[in-house]
């Protein structure tokens, strides 16, 4: 017991390391306190300003942006969808999470976003194209060729386009465009766009059609 007491005096802890372990637990209580208070997204905006302007301040602040490719969408929405702001800087915009908010918006199909350092930013979007509207529950849908819905509302400007009506009618699009266009028991308006067509059966006659015969399918 002696030697284990002596053991122990003679034990040396090293300076600073009551004031490390109490920085510690104040740390790790502030994280507690941050998660379990769901401040987590406003810290990380907070920190996320600091790293801005100290950027700024060494020349990263964004001069210029090139947009290419809205159409339909206004370039003030682009920024905002894009989280870009005057305090934004180009040494921590992570060009790939600005990629995925863009994409967020129905009309924009593609979008790329290249940094060009120091100071210059370039957004390059392929908007879809509105191709009709898509009547379903009593409601009004403005639709793409692939069947995304744009708009949820018909605007003016695109009262013209032609109506298709009820469930599959906005795959009417997909149907024009694919080499082989075949309609699955479809409304009638689908059926009729469509190069072939099944209303009976299920899809194993489409293994048919491509020639394979009953034996060589595999079951999933």
Not at 1 to 22: E, Q
Not at 41 to 52: E, G, L
Not at 120 to 141: P, S, T, Y
Not at 159 to 186: F, H, K, Q, S
Request: aromatic share 6%; with cysteine.
């Amino acid at each position: 017991m002696r030697r284990c007491g002596g053991a122990l005096l003679d034990l040396k802890v090293p300076r600073g390391a009551g004031a490390s372990a109490a920085a510690m637990l104040l740390l790790a209580s502030t994280c507690y306190g941050v998660v379990k208070g769901g401040h987590g997204p406003v810290i990380a905006a907070q920190v996320q300003d600091i790293c801005d302007s100290a950027a700024n301040s060494l020349g990263f602040h964004i001069s210029e942006i090139a947009l290419v490719g809205e159409h339909e969408i206004n370039r003030e929405d682009i920024l905002s969808l894009a989280g870009i702001t005057g305090r934004s800087s180009l040494l921590f915009l992570d060009a790939a999470q600005t990629r995925l908010r863009l994409l967020t918006n129905p009309w924009i199909a593609q979008a790329a976003v290249l940094k060009l350092y120091p100071n210059r930013l370039r957004i390059e979007i392929k908007e879809r194209k509105a191709f009709a509207l898509w009547q379903k529950d009593g409601r009004v849908n403005l639709i793409a060729d692939d069947g995304t819905v744009l708009e949820t509302y018909v605007p003016e400007r695109f009262t013209a386009l032609p109506l298709v009506v009820g469930d599959g009618a906005n795959d009417l699009g997909m149907i024009g465009e694919a080499g082989l266009g075949v309609a699955y028991r479809a409304k009638p308006t689908v059926a009729a766009a469509a190069a072939a067509r099944i209303d009976h059966g299920d899809l194993t006659a489409l293994l048919y059609a491509q020639g394979y015969k009953r034996e060589e399918f595999v079951g999933g």
